[in-house]
């Protein structure tokens, strides 16, 4: 089992910036991809960024060149740094373990593991 907390979400006005983090625990492994989604009433959970075991990153062509994923293996935390946000970057968002594979992959199924989801406004 592994669990996902994420944290660092909240309440920002367009153009500012928010910080999320996502600790795991349990049978954690630096060999698991990890990603971020966030979802929105009524609409699909959606990948926003994803990070292999290795480093390599994914991103939503929505947010590239504004959000950035990162992870720190001796920690166990995976991060996800938002700036320029817009108001339509509110969602809930959530963090992914995939721990079958360490590669990335787009679809919600291919992960095994979610946190709780922690709700970012944007206001305009």
């Known amino acids: 089992q592994v669990q996902l907390v994420e944290s660092g979400g909240g309440l920002v006005q367009a153009g500012g910036s928010l910080a999320l983090s996502c600790a795991a625990s349990g049978r954690t492994s630096s060999s698991s991809a990890m990603g971020w989604f966030r979802q929105t009433p009524g609409k699909e959970r959606e990948l926003v960024a994803g990070i292999s075991s290795s480093g390599l990153t994914t991103y939503a062509d929505s947010v590239k060149g504004r959000f950035t994923i990162s992870r720190d293996n001796a920690k166990n935390t995976v991060y996800l740094l938002m700036n320029s946000l817009k108001p339509e970057d509110t969602a809930v968002y959530f963090c992914?373990?995939?721990?079958?594979?360490?590669?990335?992959?787009?679809?919600?199924?291919?992960?095994?593991?979610w946190g709780q989801g922690t709700q970012v406004t944007v206001s305009s």
């Open positions: 992914a373990a995939r721990t079958v594979s360490p590669v990335v992959r787009l679809e919600v199924r291919e992960y095994d593991y």
